[in-house]
């Protein structure tokens, strides 16, 4: 069974660990983080050879609760095509007001803009990351999108002006407005 395999090459560094829908989810403290997804890779019982995604993860609003484990976390799903088997690895960053996770650009190189897509939409800095910058959104952007603490609206807005040429930025004039859904009743529905 996967879950006794990645116990017995990682040890002790997994703080816990997943087996539902026949996908296993381990989870290990940031400080382990390169050394857990590196011993995945070259034991011959895992051979984690390919890193299939990474993603940033807001858990600040989780079930209406937030995470005990931290706010930001970091996701990579691994696979193992000589052994046909996968992996999902996450890591919560230790300090939520300046998230950091050790790159694992040095592991899996494929994971290059995987890492930067989280950076430029949740703000997790990557150490180590040989080219950590936006990727998404503009040069110019503030904050990250995909924080649940992220306004819906945004803070500024860009149009281009035909009269000056060029791409102008303002705050946002976008009215906030209440969506009511239209509601349909019918003689025929039974009460």
């Given at each position: 069974m996967l879950k006794t395999i990645v116990s017995e090459v990682v040890g002790d560094k997994v703080r816990s660990s997943i087996?539902?829908?026949?996908?296993?989810?381990?989870?290990?403290a940031a400080s382990d983080w390169?050394?857990?997804?590196?011993?995945?890779?070259?034991?011959?019982?895992?051979?984690?050879?390919?890193?299939?995604?990474?993603?940033?993860v807001d858990y600040s609003q989780y079930a209406g609760?937030?995470?005990p484990s931290g706010r930001f976390a970091v996701v990579a799903h691994l696979l193992s095509v000589t052994l046909n088997q996968r992996v999902r690895v996450r890591c919560f960053a230790?300090?939520?007001s300046f998230p950091v996770v050790h790159s694992l650009v040095g592991v899996w190189p494929s994971v290059n803009?995987?890492?930067?897509?989280?950076?430029?939409?949740?703000?997790?800095?990557?150490?180590?990351?040989?080219?950590?910058?936006?990727?998404l959104t503009?040069?110019?952007?503030?904050?990250?999108?995909?924080?649940?603490?992220?306004?819906?609206?945004?803070?500024?807005?860009m149009r281009y002006d035909p009269e000056q040429r060029r791409v102008m930025y303002q705050p946002?004039?976008?009215e906030p407005r209440e969506?009511?859904?239209?509601?349909?009743?019918?003689?025929?529905?039974?009460?």
């Open positions: 087996a539902a829908l026949n996908e296993l989810t381990i989870e290990v390169l050394q857990v997804c590196t011993a995945l890779r070259d034991h011959p019982k895992t051979r984690f050879e390919t890193l299939v995604d990474l993603c940033g609760t937030g995470n230790a300090d939520e803009w995987f890492e930067r897509e989280a950076f430029d939409l949740f703000g997790i800095v990557f150490e180590g990351h040989p080219d950590l910058r936006r990727l503009d040069y110019g952007f503030v904050g990250h999108p995909f924080r649940k603490d992220f306004p819906t609206s945004g803070y500024v807005e946002v004039t976008i969506n009511t859904p239209r509601v349909i009743r019918e003689n025929s529905y039974a009460n």
